[in-house]
């Protein structure tokens, strides 16, 4: 039988003595007090039999007190152990008889899961020794209150930085009243706990690290989730384990999670809508729409850049789109339209929906990008990339159908919904680069010629480059926005923009290229920071660090001779050229604290907050391409106030230890690496942005010097760019782009 508490709370009982583990969240007691149903006498035998007792005890002390002189000379000893015996039947009597109320709620309100009401227990008898039935109801040991306070504030971080940023799995208002009634399931704490802990500060944690709490709840949360029971409850705890896993750095065991939510979703039938008949109401409806669409986009991040194909068929989504934040919060129907696997059309319609619409369109052109690339990309399609009928040329053509939406060229503005609208952006700039920098070429002498494919892979550079510098700039701007919370998939989108700017940095001849360095130092800072909310980063690391040494080892083996009529047309993948062993998926497949040649010179980086890292990246004078991103003078040297700290700097959650990153240093990268002495034709220079960085470094400590930066310094002594000519060619090359190709 379940226990007391979750047979008044009405859930699940793991059963387990001395106390479950619904009991163990909630600090309460655990009591086994079920009787089975039809196993004594009736009420009315109870009652005879008590009466026929009392009658027997009346007769047994008149015949005593008739013998013995009386009712007086009865000992006290006697009486005593009447009375007692009378009692110690009663009470058991009394109980059966009321065992239908008893399996009732009672009608005091539960206690959980706000703190138990700690009453010191009624005790019997002079030493205190007997507890009355009454203290069995009262929780004897008082739980800790800070236990209870951390889950409080973890459910908060959960609201104000998880749920909505973009993925958005429960109503605050639904679930704060299911709290309160003790309706919410253990698991899913649980799992909103894990996830949420990592934001959590050094003292809120107490003597155990944000990493212990995690791996506490994470293993809990899933002895307690039944994958073989599909519910939504579940549902949202195995999305929830997913992103912990990841955030822990658990590639397999995150995948294998979110493969469970897939399959559940669909069990559920969550891709399409209710008939209108069913009970459901219009909150409830909303619900299950948006945790399918969490998963739908969490499917198709998990996959990108790996060999799995999307599990979800945008052909079987017969679904609504998300309705606006206010008719969510306010549990009306919805009116937004369905979805539909060739766009949902936003300019046609003229109205105006939200960013998390937004999201979804263009992750669904990511799929389709996902799948292009997958088959082979040009060598998998029926018609040269370059025709109208090319699966390519289709894929751009929707881009620039869901760019039409708004002006990209616009900032972030610090709305509740600005993270989604940041992934948007980021999602569009990343299928750009995944899409171009197959044709990008590994030195620029491949350009030569006047044909088709010339001018074409011509055109397909600049737009890849456009599209990674304005990756870069657009995450830039969004380390110094409070509103928005990284999500995982922005490690993701620096790499892949790395990707392509790692080939700028070895391009030699033209003046076009020189921001690709600039920025390459960008996407390292930023990688590094976000190790430490999401410790997956380091396989992202440690890819980018392979592709480095992999692009410099091709670069100085090349030559047309060993190459003869083969082109990058020729490679199935983008890896293909660098000779494979490349695992570039945005989950890996092995876990973070795996031993990895690799992995072995990464260590977590120093943890920036949004002011110090703007200071790292920008500096008193900010870079040329920053100057349309921040609205403050360039030229004032005065920093910027201090935002909220979004990155805590006690926050311990990699359970390695620091150490610097190796790989970083000016040594490791060879001096040959960045040898742009071949761009110095007039032999003029010019100050930049890289020589007041490096100008700031040196006045700093030795102590403080960061490897960044120090490379950053090394770099800008060495560098030497022209003026003229250099810079009318990178006209040629990067200016005029696209409308919406800035961030």
């Given at each position: 039988m379940n226990c007391k508490s979750c047979r008044k709370r009405k859930i699940k009982c793991s059963r387990t003595r001395p106390s479950c583990n619904a009991c163990d969240v909630f600090r309460c007691e655990c009591v086994y007090d079920a009787v089975p149903k039809k196993r004594g006498p009736k009420t009315e035998v109870l009652e005879e039999l008590l009466k026929r007792i009392d009658g027997l005890e009346k007769r047994l002390g008149e015949s005593e007190g008739s013998?013995?002189?009386?009712?007086?000379?009865?000992?006290?000893?006697?009486?005593?152990?009447?009375?007692?015996?009378?009692?110690?039947?009663?009470?058991?009597?009394?109980?059966?008889?009321?065992?239908?109320?008893?399996?009732?709620?009672?009608?005091?309100?539960?206690?959980?899961?706000?703190?138990?009401?700690?009453?010191?227990?009624?005790?019997?008898?002079?030493?205190?020794?007997?507890?009355?039935?009454?203290?069995?109801?009262?929780?004897q040991p008082a739980p800790p209150q800070t236990d209870y306070r951390l889950m409080q504030r973890l459910v908060?971080?959960?609201?104000?930085?998880?749920?909505?940023?973009?993925?958005?799995?429960?109503?605050?208002?639904?679930?704060?009243?299911?709290?309160?009634?003790?309706?919410?399931?253990?698991?899913?704490?649980?799992?909103?706990?894990?996830v949420s802990v990592r934001y959590a500060s050094a003292h809120e944690l107490g003597t155990k690290t944000a990493h212990q709490y995690c791996e506490e709840f994470a293993a809990r949360a899933r002895r307690n989730v039944d994958s073989d029971e599909p519910t939504l409850e579940h549902l949202q705890s195995l999305l929830l384990l997913?992103?912990?896993?990841?955030?822990?750095?658990?590639?397999k065991k995150s995948f294998m999670q979110m493969g469970s939510a897939i399959r559940m979703t669909l069990a559920l039938d969550l891709h399409r809508e209710l008939p209108p008949t069913h009970p459901s109401t219009p909150l409830q409806r909303e619900i299950r729409r948006r945790v399918f669409w969490t998963c739908y986009m969490m499917d198709r991040f998990t996959v990108c850049g790996s060999v799995r194909p999307p599990s979800f068929s945008d052909r079987s989504i017969h679904l609504r789109l998300p309705s606006t934040e206010d008719s969510f919060l306010r549990g009306i129907p919805s009116e937004a339209p369905l979805f539909s696997e060739t766009g949902i059309g936003f300019s046609s319609l003229g109205i105006s929906f939200p960013n998390s619409n937004l999201l979804i369109d263009v992750v669904r052109i990511l799929g389709r990008t996902i799948r292009y690339t997958q088959s082979?990309?040009?060598?998998?399609?029926?018609?040269?990339?370059?025709?109208?009928?090319?699966?390519?040329?289709?894929?751009?053509?929707?881009?620039?159908?869901?760019?039409?939406?708004?002006?990209?060229?616009?900032?972030?503005?610090?709305?509740?919904?600005?993270?989604?609208?940041?992934?948007?952006?980021?999602?569009?700039?990343?299928i750009h680069c995944?899409?171009?920098?197959?044709?990008?070429?590994?030195?620029?002498?491949?350009?030569?010629?006047?044909?088709?494919?010339?001018?074409?892979?011509?055109?397909?550079?600049?737009?890849?480059?456009?599209?990674?510098?304005?990756?870069?700039?657009?995450?830039?701007?969004?380390?110094?926005?409070?509103?928005?919370?990284?999500?995982?998939?922005?490690?993701?989108?620096?790499?892949?923009?790395?990707?392509?700017?790692?080939?700028?940095?070895?391009?030699?001849?033209?003046?076009?290229?020189?921001?690709c360095r600039e920025n390459l130092i960008t996407v390292l800072t930023q990688v590094r920071a976000l190790i430490s909310v999401w410790s997956c980063m380091r396989q992202q690391l440690a890819l980018l660090r392979r592709l480095y040494q992999a692009h410099e080892k091709l670069v100085?083996?090349?030559s047309p001779q060993k190459r003869p009529g083969q082109s990058v047309f020729h490679f199935d993948d983008f890896f293909d050229r660098y000779g494979g062993g490349f695992e570039a998926g945005h989950v890996p497949f092995y876990d973070a604290g795996e031993s990895d040649t690799d992995l072995s010179y990464i260590g977590v980086p120093p943890v920036y907050t949004p002011s110090n890292l703007s200071q790292h990246m920008s500096g008193p004078s900010p870079p040329a391409h920053h100057h349309s991103q921040h609205p403050s003078n360039p030229?004032?040297?005065?920093?910027?106030?201090?935002?909220?700290?979004?990155?805590?700097?006690?926050?311990?959650?990699?359970?390695?230890?620091?150490?610097?990153?190796?790989?970083?240093?000016?040594?490791?990268?060879?001096?040959?690496?960045?040898?742009?002495?071949?761009?110095?034709?007039?032999?003029?220079?010019?100050?930049?942005?890289?020589?007041?960085?490096?100008?700031?470094?040196?006045?700093?400590?030795e102590t403080e010097r960061d490897p960044l930066l120090s490379m950053l310094a090394e770099m800008a002594e060495r560098d030497e760019f022209a003026v003229g000519d250099g810079e009318r060619e990178g006209d040629v090359w990067m200016g005029g782009g696209e409308e919406g190709t800035t961030a």
């Open positions: 013998n013995g002189g009386g009712r007086g000379s009865k000992s006290p000893g006697a009486e005593s152990s009447n009375a007692s015996s009378v009692a110690s039947r009663r009470p058991a009597a009394a109980t059966t008889a009321r065992e239908p109320a008893a399996m009732s709620p009672p009608n005091i309100p539960a206690p959980s899961p706000p703190p138990p009401i700690i009453e010191s227990p009624i005790t019997t008898g002079a030493g205190g020794g007997g507890v009355s039935p009454v203290a069995i109801q009262t929780p908060e971080i959960f609201f104000e930085r998880v749920n909505g940023k973009p993925y958005t799995l429960f109503h605050e208002r639904m679930f704060r009243q299911d709290w309160q009634e003790g309706r919410v399931p253990s698991y899913v704490l649980d799992t909103i706990c894990a997913s992103m912990t896993y990841y955030a822990m750095g658990y590639g082979g990309g040009v060598k998998g399609d029926s018609h040269f990339p370059w025709h109208t009928n090319s699966n390519l040329s289709r894929i751009r053509n929707e881009l620039n159908t869901w760019a039409s939406t708004r002006d990209l060229r616009e900032g972030v503005p610090p709305t509740p919904d600005a993270t989604s609208l940041f992934l948007a952006r980021s999602v569009w700039h990343v995944l899409m171009y920098r197959s044709f990008l070429p590994i030195d620029l002498a491949e350009l030569d010629g006047n044909g088709t494919q010339q001018a074409w892979q011509m055109e397909a550079t600049k737009v890849c480059f456009q599209h990674a510098n304005a990756l870069v700039d657009l995450i830039s701007v969004g380390a110094m926005t409070p509103a928005i919370e990284w999500p995982a998939f922005a490690g993701f989108s620096l790499v892949t923009a790395a990707s392509v700017l790692v080939h700028g940095v070895f391009y030699k001849g033209s003046g076009a290229f020189r921001k100085v083996d090349w030229h004032n040297p005065t920093p910027s106030p201090p935002q909220q700290p979004r990155y805590q700097e006690d926050y311990p959650f990699s359970p390695t230890t620091p150490q610097d990153l190796q790989f970083l240093s000016v040594a490791s990268f060879g001096g040959h690496a960045y040898d742009f002495e071949a761009y110095n034709q007039s032999n003029q220079y010019q100050q930049s942005a890289e020589e007041v960085d490096a100008n700031m470094v040196r006045d700093m400590g």
